[in-house]
């Protein structure tokens, strides 16, 4: 599986999350009632071992592809991982200066007004659960990491992960919200199809084992502290860091290539 599959023009990954929403809407509906607390804690614990399964493959790939293409070379190999640590460091900078955290939940919460304010009751239900769900299935480091994961050819496990994630989300919003929560991917799929095939064209990165190496070990880094949010162990802002998402490549051009 490493090459980019489509399914017509639709990329697989983003094809496999909207399937995962509409099965585990589909599923909700007909269930019609929340999942107890107790399930929704196991499940919770379930979700935050399969991103530490995600984030932890992209790291174990970054360091081997780094140490490959470092062909050898320890100082290379160790200025890689400095180069990551300030990636995080000076993203985070850039990312609070910018207010990215602070910009996407005013997105969200002003986007939830704007389509809830002149409905009805019922009306306020469908579009709370549309919203709710596109804000949360769009908005956040995974959509982006596993997009330009699948674009540059790589096998799509934060998009697995994060479609698992958002077929269980789904289903336990459905009961609430109504057949709404599942219109989410329609957004869901022009949003993430268009960073997917953008982040195809990214030629550059595959032809460079070493900013490859560099993406894997920042992702795979921002992808583990999502199982802090999912515990409710710690609330990151997590926007705040996409930044270093350009900052480690950028990095690693000047200083290793």
């Known amino acids: 599986m490493s090459e980019w599959f489509k ?9 496999f999350n909207v399937s995962c929403i509409l099965v585990g809407g589909t599923v909700g509906l007909i269930l019609s009632r929340q999942l107890p607390d107790e399930t929704q804690r196991r499940v919770r614990k379930y979700l935050a071992g399969l991103t530490v399964l995600a984030g932890g493959y992209m790291i174990a790939n970054g360091l081997y592809g780094g140490w490959k293409g470092a062909e050898g070379v320890v100082w290379k190999f160790l200025l890689l991982g400095l180069i990551t640590l300030l990636a995080i460091s000076f993203g985070n900078l850039f990312g609070t200066w910018l207010k990215l955290q602070q910009w996407l939940d005013k997105l969200g919460q002003e986007a939830k007004k704007r389509l809830t304010k002149s409905d009805e009751e019922d009306g306020n239900k469908f579009s709370d659960g549309f919203v709710t769900c596109t804000v949360l299935f769009t908005v956040g480091p995974m959509s982006i990491l596993g997009c330009v994961e699948d674009g540059l050819g790589n096998v799509p ?23 709404g929560v599942m219109l989410s991917v329609v957004p869901l799929l022009a949003y993430q199809g268009t960073v997917t095939l953008l982040a195809s064209h990214l030629e550059f990165m595959k032809n460079e084992p070493m900013l490859l190496a560099n993406f894997n070990l920042v992702g795979g880094l921002l992808v583990l502290t999502i199982m802090l949010v999912i515990l409710e162990v710690q609330k990151v802002p997590l926007a705040n860091y996409l930044p270093a998402l350009v900052v480690g490549p950028l990095l690693t051009w000047w200083w290793i290539i």
């Open 7 to 15: 399914i017509g023009w639709l990329p697989l990954g983003t094809f």
């Open 157 to 179: 496990t934060i998009l697995i992960v994060k479609s698992i994630m958002d077929g269980i989300a789904t289903m336990c919003f459905a009961p609430r919200f109504g057949a």
